[in-house]
């Protein structure tokens, strides 16, 4: 099993910037893709960014040009770099890593508002 932790979340202007972090233990040799989902109140998750299992990156249209997606495989950790934050950029942010099954951390929520 793989244990992802989020941090790095808040609440942050219109405008502003934030990065999240996640660190991974337990059986991370297991993991294929790792990357940051989103849920917004009244809303199914979403995809923001994620690498693939060939190691290249995806990104939500609606996240193009304002967020990067990083990782440092040395501390097991994947990074969401988020900057020009829009009020519709609020949810709570996940964590995945992709197993042949999902793995989610508990969330950490991002407020943009004035």
């Known amino acids: 099993q793989v244990q992802l932790v989020e941090s790095g979340g808040g609440l942050v202007q219109p405008g502003g910037s934030l990065r999240l972090s996640c660190a991974a233990s337990?059986?991370?040799?297991?993991?294929?893709?790792m990357g940051w989902y989103r849920q917004a109140p009244g809303k199914e998750r979403e995809l923001v960014a994620t690498?693939?299992?060939?190691?290249?990156?995806n990104y939500a249209d609606s996240v193009k040009g304002r967020v990067t997606i990083s990782r440092d495989n040395a501390k097991n950790a994947v990074y969401l770099q988020m900057n020009s934050l829009k009020p519709e950029d609020t949810a709570v942010y996940y964590c995945?890593?992709?197993?042949?099954?999902?793995?989610w951390g508990q969330g950490t929520q991002v407020t943009v508002s004035s």
């Open positions: 337990g059986t991370i040799f297991s993991i294929k893709a």
């Open positions: 690498f693939t299992t060939a190691g290249s990156t």
């Open positions: 995945n890593a992709y197993l042949g099954y999902n793995s």
